[in-house]
């Protein structure tokens, strides 16, 4: 089966990195595509050409003031995505604590092998390279 349009699916829109940095973007605040054009670097036809995409999936809201458009996020249009994405929090949360539990004990253990000078002779580096090593220890000094 093809994949579905851009245009049609809110999942689709969002795939693509640009329209995601320009949703970033508008999170904050209404802008102009002037705005958007200087923040992101793009040409104003491809920044045009993607704010098309995210109106017809509604996730950005338009104005009109004289000449000018001005572009919001839809945060209605936007829950779904979040709520979708969400169910799959445990397992993030789960990863995350185990990587933090992890960087916290070394962090612990450099610290304390950069204080008594053994940085390089712990075993708990075998892995790490010399330089990141080095790096560390002066990290921590």
């Known amino acids: 089966m093809p994949r579905a349009t851009t245009t049609s699916d809110a999942f689709n829109a969002v795939a693509e990195p640009r329209r ?17 054009v200087a923040r992101l670097g793009l040409e104003q036809p491809s920044v045009s050409k993607h704010l098309r995409v995210l109106r017809d999936v509604r996730l950005v809201r ?4 004289g000449r000018h458009m ?27 604590s185990r990587i933090k539990e992890r960087a916290e ?3 612990k253990e450099w610290k304390r092998h950069a204080r008594s000078g053994s940085a390089h002779t712990s075993t ?4 790490v390279s010399p330089q990141f090593q080095a790096d560390s220890a002066l990290a921590v000094i």
């Open 20 to 36: 995601r940095e320009i949703l970033n973007y508008l999170a904050l605040e209404e802008r102009s595509v002037g705005d958007i």
């Open 62 to 65: 338009v104005r009109r003031q």
């Open 70 to 96: 001005f572009y919001r996020t839809n945060a209605d249009a936007i829950r779904p995505l979040h709520e979708w994405t969400k169910r799959f929090e445990r397992f993030w949360a789960h990863q995350l």
């Open 105 to 107: 004990g070394k962090s």
């Open 124 to 127: 708990s580096f075998r892995h």
